[in-house]
């Protein structure tokens, strides 16, 4: 199972990002996927969360700037990031959780290799 992601790069503050995610690879299920972020010198946190049956959540500092949508048919999550601040700059991971593929059939948890956003102030 690979996660691929796209999206993020450079913004003034105030401004807009996207990112997506797709996780490929015989995918059978998920539980869960979303974005995590890791800041410089800070613990990585949770960004933002859909589980398969469309629930969301969201990490209180991004609570009402992001919005987090999914696609169950294509293995895809998509983060919409508006009203961008300095302090949102970090790299941004994606993350699959429970997913289980036709090749091992047990639930596993995935992370992409990481996107960087910068917001500039």
């Known amino acids: 199972v690979q996660l691929v992601e796209s999206g993020g790069g450079l913004v003034q503050a105030g401004g807009s990002l996207s990112l997506s995610c797709t996780a490929s690879?015989?995918?059978?299920?998920?539980?869960?996927m979303g974005w995590y972020r890791q800041g410089p010198g800070n613990q990585r946190e949770m960004v933002a969360a859909?589980?398969?049956?469309?629930?969301?959540h969201y990490g209180e500092a991004v609570n009402g700037r992001f919005t987090i949508s999914g696609d169950n048919a294509r293995n895809t999550v998509h983060l919409q990031m508006n009203s961008l601040k300095p302090e949102d700059t970090a790299v941004y991971y994606c993350?699959?959780?429970?997913?289980?593929?036709?090749?091992?059939?047990?639930?596993?948890?995935?992370w992409g290799q990481g996107t960087q956003v910068t917001v500039s102030s």
């Open positions: 993350h699959a959780g429970g997913v289980i593929s036709y090749v091992t059939f047990v639930p596993d948890d995935y």
């Open positions: 690879g015989n995918i059978k299920s998920w539980n869960d």
């Open positions: 859909i589980t398969s049956g469309g629930s969301k």
